[in-house]
């Protein structure tokens, strides 16, 4: 629930649905003062006054092992005690903070190789390309957004020799 509070300053306590939590949520997990890889475990939910249903721990791990970020009240905080996907298999598929690091990596390569297009195909354009691959991944693990990487390649695509492929591993 929370505390609407009207023009005439008149309090109402509302009971809102899982949905007003969950952009809660998403604004907690998304502000710019974080990084990708801070794990959304005890982050907490502002604007609430208290969670209309709470789980005892046993009812809150049974319904977490199936994919669902638990919240729970703690006095008059109320924060994540699981933060999880629905994608349950691995720990790579299970743990938010997995997903947000892969898409911060994807966005800033694209914003690296983005410079590239169009550019003269010159045979130095690769060694460039791998240079500044290899500042972005070490900027990366020296910012703690990745543990370690290993396997940079830039390479010609031999389905298509105007195009080059990029690969690299990386732990997050």
């Given at each position: 629930s929370a505390t609407v509070t009207d023009t005439l300053g008149r309090?109402?306590?509302?009971l809102l649905d899982g949905r007003y939590l969950?952009?809660?949520l998403a604004s907690a997990t998304t502000n710019a003062g974080i990084d990708a890889a801070t794990p959304w475990d005890r982050r907490p939910i502002v604007g609430?006054?208290?969670?209309?249903?709470?789980?005892?721990?046993v009812q809150a791990n049974q319904t977490a092992q199936n994919g669902v970020t638990i919240l729970e009240q703690n006095g008059l905080t109320i924060r994540v005690r699981h933060g999880l996907t629905t994608d349950m298999s691995s720990i790579l598929t299970r743990t938010p903070?997995?997903?947000?690091?892969?898409?911060?990596?994807?966005?800033?390569?694209r914003d690296l190789f983005d410079a590239y297009i169009g550019l003269k195909f010159l045979p130095s354009i690769i060694s460039q390309i791998e240079?500044?691959?290899n500042a972005?991944?070490?900027?990366?693990v020296a910012q703690k957004i990745?543990?370690?990487?290993?396997?940079?390649?830039?390479?010609?695509?031999?389905n298509d020799p105007t195009g080059l492929l990029v690969e690299v591993y990386y732990k997050p």
């Open positions: 309090s109402t306590n509302l969950a952009i809660a609430f006054t208290n969670l209309a249903r709470t789980l005892d721990a903070t997995v997903t947000q690091i892969a898409d911060e990596v994807h966005r800033r390569a240079g500044r691959a972005m991944f070490k900027d990366l990745i543990d370690s990487y290993t396997g940079l390649a830039v390479t010609i695509d031999p």
